[in-house]
């Protein structure tokens, strides 16, 4: 069961881009209510499948050197191919990990699924060591789900 406020911010992301008629307008307001949800969450982006690439779209943080992802790169990257929500507790010893800051110590990355393709992933770095939990996950899948469905519904999917 997914504890309340958890729950609180899914109904808020939906009811917040239930007006959002663009892609960018959809991402934006997901990343900046994600981000508002915990004092834990540093950075809060999404990146956008472009091409072979992910490029960064809307976040929440300081500017990140890393605004065009490989898939064989980083983090990002391998959450994109795996197409799996990747959590790494201790980014430091993550030979993958790409740093946006140094300060950065977990990440968890969620990728955002539609008919088994990934159109983007949603990327949170914490200054705190093993920050992210299986909460957050869910949370986030639920979250990625939802923003999906919006994206689907004003034709931002392509590729079907
Ligand atoms: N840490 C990511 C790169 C993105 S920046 O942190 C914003 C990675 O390893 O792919």
């Not at 790169?73 to 959590?87: D, E, F, H, R, Y």
């Not at 990440?107 to 200054?127: A, F, K, Q, T, W």
Request: charged fraction near 20%.
């Amino acid at each position: 069961m997914m504890s309340a406020d958890r729950h609180r911010l899914v109904v808020r992301v939906k009811n917040a881009i239930k007006s959002a008629g663009t892609e960018q307008e959809v991402l934006r307001t997901a990343v900046q209510l994600i981000h508002d949800f915990s004092d834990g969450y540093s950075w809060t982006g999404i990146y956008m499948m472009r091409g072979d690439y992910l490029e960064v779209g809307p976040y929440v943080g300081a500017p990140t050197p890393h605004t065009r992802i490989g898939l064989n790169q980083g983090i990002c990257g391998a959450a994109a191919s795996l197409k799996q929500t990747v959590i790494v507790d201790d980014v430091t010893a993550d030979p993958r990990f790409l740093a946006c800051s140094l300060t950065t110590r977990s990440e968890i990355v969620v990728p955002l699924m539609h008919n088994g393709r990934c159109l983007g992933e949603i990327d949170i770095d914490s200054d705190r060591p093993a920050f992210f939990t299986a909460d957050d996950k869910d949370m986030l899948e639920v979250v990625v789900a939802v923003i999906v469905e919006r994206l689907n519904q004003i034709g931002q999917v392509g590729g079907d």
